[in-house]
Structures are given as C-alpha cells and as structure tokens.
C-alpha cells in the first residue's frame, strides 16, 4: 500500500474544512466530503473521531453504492473503501453524514501498490450555502418507516446528510454545498436544543470553522474560501424552546428582540456575500406559523430584492418527527423548482 498526499490536487474537497494541517484535514459540518477517482483494487483511509454525543458514523459512496462506517468513540478508525482482485477504475465520496456531534479529521489515505489517482471529478460552476438545523442536517432521515411519526429511538445510526433536503436539491440543481446546519440550533443564544447549559444559536455559529463548546475549541472561518450564490437560511423553529414566546406574544419583548436579530444576522450575510439570493424559511418539522410570519416580516423590513421569503407546501405542518428520506425528496423538488423560477439571476453571475 502506498500513502497518498491529503492535499493532492486529485482529491476534491467540499465544506467548511479545517486545513491548519494540510495532511490532516478536519471534517465539522454535515455534507463536509472528499472526492476522488483512482484507478486501482484496493483503497483504505483513516481517521480521528472526537465525540460528544451519538454513536458517529462516516458515509462512503463506491461508484454509486453507499454505506456507513461506525467510528470508534475516540481515536482512529480504519475504514476499507475497496478491496478487490483486479485493478479498475473505482469514484469515491467519503463524507460525515452527521452533525457537530463529533470531528472527524482525516489521517491517512492508502491505495494499493500500482493504483493511480486520476483527474479530480469537476467542482459544478452552481454553489449553495445553507444555514440550518437538524432538519437541513439531514437527522434521522434513515428511519423511513417513521415517516410522519415522532422519532424513534435511536443513536445516530439513522442521521445522513446525504438524503436531507439541502444536499438532494444541491444535486438536481447541479451545485456544491456547504451545509452549516446543527441539530437543535436556534437564532438566538440560550434557546433551542444545543451543548447544555451553553445553548449556542445561530448567531454565534454562522462564521465560525469549530464552534461547539463541548470540544473546547472555537475558531472562525474564512469567507473567502468559498463565495455561494444563493444563501438559505432555514432556522427559528428551535426558538421555542423553552418558551415559544412567537406564539404565545409575538409583539411582546422578546418577539420584538427575535425579529430584530434575525435582520441583524441577515445583514450581516449580505455583508460576506454582496450579490447573492438569499431565501429566508423553515422546515415542514411541525412548529407554530408565528415564526413563519416573524419572517415573512423582516424580509419585507429589508427591503432586499435578492432576499426571499419561501414556505413549502407543508411548512410547519408536515411531521411531528424529523423529515425521512421521501419528505427531503419532496422537500428538495419543492425548493429547486422554486429556484429555478427566481426571476433575478443568480447562478449567471460570477459572485
């Protein structure tokens, strides 16, 4: 076996990826992901997992077939991407399928003796970002035969980034994805569902590289390493936890004070990326339509001609439970349709 260098030029790389050093590259954000071709009959890589909750599990696509790979709580897991008789020409995608319940850095890639890479696989021209939460993550999309039902119990093994919503509608509309999503995250510090008792929102997460208080690490990330031309932003239904204060007085205080950040946070992306589409949304996740229509009024406040408000056909009513396989399907159909609609350019131009 022979080791390959992690920053070659034939492996592809996609997401907000730590690159401090080049040969162990970490993975953060759902859908972060290496692709490569070689030609070659045997392919291992390594990597590092750090924990915080959840068993972890890293997703490997071998010329269109897919599965899952459980990584040791801590310390190295050494993965067999292929293994055959004969040399051929094998496509590869390796990628974290869940959330910030865990780092994966990679270690090391080896390829048999008398493989070769080839030519990295093209990056589409079309590039997306999405600001999320477990639902755009992609969490427990695998329990299909929950559909429209609360979750069941589980521990990881049914979140894939893969089949949510933001990376399906990525590929029908031929784009990359950075998927800044995290379960359980709200706009503001102190609600939602995210590393008790710090509770870390949106507005504290969205630049930066690591951001989770249970690994002890907190860095920013660089804009310039990655420009989308559309922008979605799909968070708020975690908000109400503990209070869900929109519904019960969305003129009140705290209503008010929502409303007020959600357009700071807004602007502030506008800021980082001048000429891009930005959507404002939510989720089909079921949660009360005042936060829909807190939206709805801070984007006409911005007065943005390239800031858009979209509801799914089912927002906020759609399921009880995380949004299985053929919910993200529809989802993503509803989303790309309305993209490819927009009156104003947006993949045309070179932002």
């Excluded at 954000?29 to 030609?39: G, I, V």
């Excluded at 559909?147 to 919503?165: L, Q």
């Excluded at 990655?226 to 708020?236: M, N, S, W």
């Excluded at 936060?291 to 006409?300: F, G, K, L, N, T």
């Amino acid at each position: 076996m022979k080791r390959v260098n992690l920053n070659a030029e034939e492996l592809s790389y996609t997401g907000r990826i730590d690159w401090t050093d080049s040969q162990k590259p970490e993975f953060i954000f759902p859908a972060t992901s290496m692709n490569f071709r070689f030609y070659g009959k045997r392919a291992v890589i390594t990597v590092e997992n750090r924990k915080v909750c959840y068993d972890n599990y890293a997703g490997v696509i071998v010329d269109g077939v897919q599965s899952s790979h459980l990584l040791n709580d801590g310390g190295e897991t050494r993965i067999v991407l292929v293994d055959e008789q004969e040399d051929k020409e094998h496509d590869i995608l390796f990628f974290k399928r869940q959330d910030g319940c865990h780092v994966m850095a990679l270690l090391e890639l080896e390829l048999s003796d008398g493989s070769r890479l080839l030519q990295a696989p093209e990056k589409p021209q079309r590039r997306i970002e999405v600001y999320g939460d477990s639902v755009s993550a992609g969490e427990v999309s695998e329990a299909v035969a929950y559909r429209k039902k609360a979750d069941p119990e589980h521990s990881g093994e049914f979140s894939n980034s893969w089949y949510s919503y933001a990376w399906i509608a990525a590929r029908k509309l031929h784009a990359s994805l950075h998927n800044v999503s995290q379960g359980g995250i709200p706009l503001l510090n102190g609600n939602g569902w995210v590393a008790p008792p710090y509770y870390p929102g949106m507005e504290f997460m969205w630049d930066k590289l690591h951001y989770h208080p249970q690994l002890g690490r907190v860095s920013e990330w660089d804009f310039s390493r990655y420009t989308p031309q559309l922008v979605i932003v799909a968070i708020g239904q975690n908000d109400s936890n503990p209070d869900d204060y929109m519904k019960l007085d969305p003129d009140g205080v705290r209503g008010v004070y929502w409303r007020y950040k959600y357009g700071c946070l807004i602007r502030e992306i506008r800021k980082k990326y001048p000429r891009a589409v930005i959507l404002l949304t939510t989720t089909i996740l079921e949660h009360d339509a005042a936060w829909d229509r807190a939206i709805e009024e801070v984007c006409r406040e911005l007065k943005d001609d390239r800031v858009r408000h979209f509801l799914y056909r089912e927002n906020g009513c759609g399921t009880p439970g995380h949004v299985r396989i053929p919910e993200a399907e529809q989802m993503a159909a509803e989303l790309a349709e309305y993209v490819e609609r927009l009156d104003i350019p947006v993949w045309e131009e070179s932002v």
